[in-house]
């Protein structure tokens, strides 16, 4: 089977925030157009949230993720794993945390060895897991160490109406101007360049790079990063033959005519990137890796422990996450066919 015929599989997330209720909503509001998923969760948990959410769905335990393919559409199946302790709506319990990794570890396994298509990872909460020793700084970290793969991967958030990509990720600000390297810039922006052609389908994808300081700098009297980091970096990958373009101020880089420039705007930071996105599409937009040896999506929110358990979490971000990792893996067999 082609990893386009094979179910998604989609991780638990923290338990005691709202991946649970979304992985429900999400089955009971688009089952009928998605390519099927199952969760690795408990489906005893599952079962008696959708009681509580007024839901009331099918879920049914599966050995394998091939039985998915024919229960989907009649019910949510579900890979089952053990959870050690009680899941309280809106509380972290650390006694859970090695299930949610165990989860994780599980997915990378199953679409490793070709039983599953694409992944999904629902939220995790890190303060969680770092109290039982996880090291990784986050999701993105703890993939690519599953991978085995050595270039950092690059987070992308994307929409129907934008993509963006921060080349540096969860750090501090200050701590963001230290990473920041010609060599990371051209780096991110070639990874970018392969995923957007394998699995976006674009024959010759368009770059626009952001400029750190105001004005992009404004000729060195706001800042001389655009000139000894950003423009190096263009320079290197135009010789390449990447499309890209940039330094572009960024208070200008995201209002409608501009954004029909681009198919991706490539930022230096997380909020320059992150802002912007969830501004125009915070309840759809869609967190993609690449630079995986897989396909790996994610809704674009967080634990949201604060509605855990009320019945007001959203689902639409699940459901474009779930959606487009169906499509990206139907792009990346159509590329690789001979």
Avoid at 236 to 248: N, R
Avoid at 267 to 283: E, G
Wanted: proline share 7%; charged share 20%; with cysteine.
């Amino acid at each position: 089977m082609t990893p386009a015929s094979l179910p998604t599989v989609l991780t638990m997330g923290e338990p005691g925030g709202i991946s649970g209720e979304v992985s429900l909503k999400a089955w009971h509001a688009a089952h009928h157009i998605l390519q099927p998923y199952f969760v690795i969760d408990s489906a005893e948990r599952l079962k008696k949230l959708s009681v509580s959410v007024n839901l009331n769905i099918d879920i049914v335990e599966i050995s394998t993720p091939h039985e998915a393919l024919t229960l989907f559409k009649k019910a949510l199946p579900v890979l089952p794993i053990e959870l050690a302790d009680q899941v309280i709506p809106g509380e972290l319990n650390s006694k859970n945390a090695p299930a949610v990794i165990s989860a994780i570890e599980q997915a990378v396994e199953l679409v490793q060895s070709g039983e599953a298509g694409a992944i999904v990872t629902n939220p995790i909460h890190k303060k969680a897991l770092y109290q039982i020793g996880f090291s990784q700084p986050g999701h993105t970290e703890f993939l690519a160490a599953l991978a085995g793969i050595e270039t950092e991967p690059v987070m992308m958030l994307t929409s129907e109406r934008l993509r963006v990509i921060p080349v540096t990720r969860h750090v501090g600000v200050q701590a963001a101007l230290k990473l920041l390297t010609p060599e990371l810039i051209v780096e991110t922006a070639l990874i970018a360049d392969a995923a957007l052609r394998q699995d976006f389908g674009l024959a010759q994808p368009r770059l626009a790079i952001a400029a750190l300081n105001p004005h992009a700098g404004e000729g060195g009297a706001m800042g001389e990063e655009e000139k000894t980091l950003i423009e190096p970096a263009i320079k290197e990958l135009q010789s390449q033959g990447i499309s890209v373009t940039g330094p572009h101020p960024p208070d200008t880089l995201f209002h409608e005519q501009a954004r029909k420039l681009y198919d991706v705007a490539l930022c230096m930071y997380h909020d320059q990137a992150l802002i912007p996105i969830k501004t125009l599409d915070f309840d759809s937009a869609v967190n993609v890796t690449l630079g995986l040896p897989f396909i790996r999506t994610s809704p674009d929110h967080g634990t949201a422990l604060d509605i855990a358990g009320t019945g007001q979490a959203n689902e639409q971000s699940l459901v474009a996450a779930l959606k487009l990792a169906g499509e990206l893996a139907q792009n990346r067999a159509a590329t690789r066919r001979p």
